[in-house]
């Protein structure tokens, strides 16, 4: 697509408005300014109008205060999903990006860009998660330790890696985990004789919950927080 497209059609600038854009020196493509309106913009570039990362309309990013109850699923004919909390125009065009159990709660990503949703989980991609998790017991020193050392998961052999542990009260902690395994921190958590009676996802990466979201509720994301993750696709 010709430069000049891209930016109307990601911007909501004319055609006109655009090319003035560019000539004035204000577009990058993966940070290099391109003045010439005509360029091909390559497929999954970087293109950026002062601040703004431009994204072609149909990639949608949104974070969402999962309430407990719901399942991290597009659909299902039995259960209520996080999709069908949003807008059918926004649901018809989203996928998660990092489920969350149907008890857990906190921050869920959603989005329409597979790339990104790709890089967000991807495990070479080291991505920190962090949870808040309310313990049935007090944490002791030698689990913490544990935690922060790997724990054996049951049924696993590869202990899970080195994770972040700071202690809030003797029955809350926040865990910061960059694995995304199977009921992860509820494994972990029973891998040191614990059990998990709440958890909830403040954030992934620099993308944090946003306080002002009740549960249920979304908002879009940032160009900031889309980038923080990975370039979006
Ligand atoms: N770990 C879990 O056990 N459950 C979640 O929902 C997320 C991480």
């Known amino acids: 697509m010709r430069l000049d497209q891209f930016v109307a059609t990601s911007s909501g600038l004319s055609r006109k408005e655009a090319k003035r854009a560019i000539s004035a020196g204000r577009v990058r493509v993966h940070g290099a300014v391109f003045k ?9 570039a970087e293109v950026t109008m002062g601040d703004e990362a431009l994204t072609l309309p149909g990639s949608l990013y949104l974070m969402m205060n999962k309430p407990a109850g719901v399942i991290s699923a597009n659909n299902d004919s039995s259960q209520p999903t996080a999709v069908d909390l949003l807008p059918p125009e926004l649901a018809r065009q989203v996928h998660i990006a990092g489920r969350l159990d149907k008890d857990t ?79 992860q921190v509820k494994r972990m958590l029973a891998a040191v004789g614990n059990h998990v009676m709440a958890l909830h996802r403040q954030s992934v990466g620099d993308i944090v919950l946003d306080q002002t979201l009740a549960p249920g509720q979304y908002r879009s994301l940032t160009a900031q927080e889309i980038e923080s993750v990975g370039e979006p696709g």
């Open 36 to 44: 010439s309106a005509n360029s091909q913009v390559p497929e999954n």
């Open 105 to 183: 709660t906190g921050l869920l990503l959603l989005t329409s860009d597979g790339q990104w949703s790709h890089q967000v989980t991807s495990p070479r991609r080291d991505c920190p998660k962090t949870y808040r998790v309310t313990l049935a017991e007090p944490l002791d020193e030698h689990a913490c330790q544990a935690l922060e050392q790997g724990v054996e998961l049951n049924g696993e052999e590869k202990p899970t890696l080195p994770a972040q542990v700071l202690l809030r009260s003797a029955t809350e902690i926040e865990l910061t985990i960059r694995e995304g395994r199977y009921h």
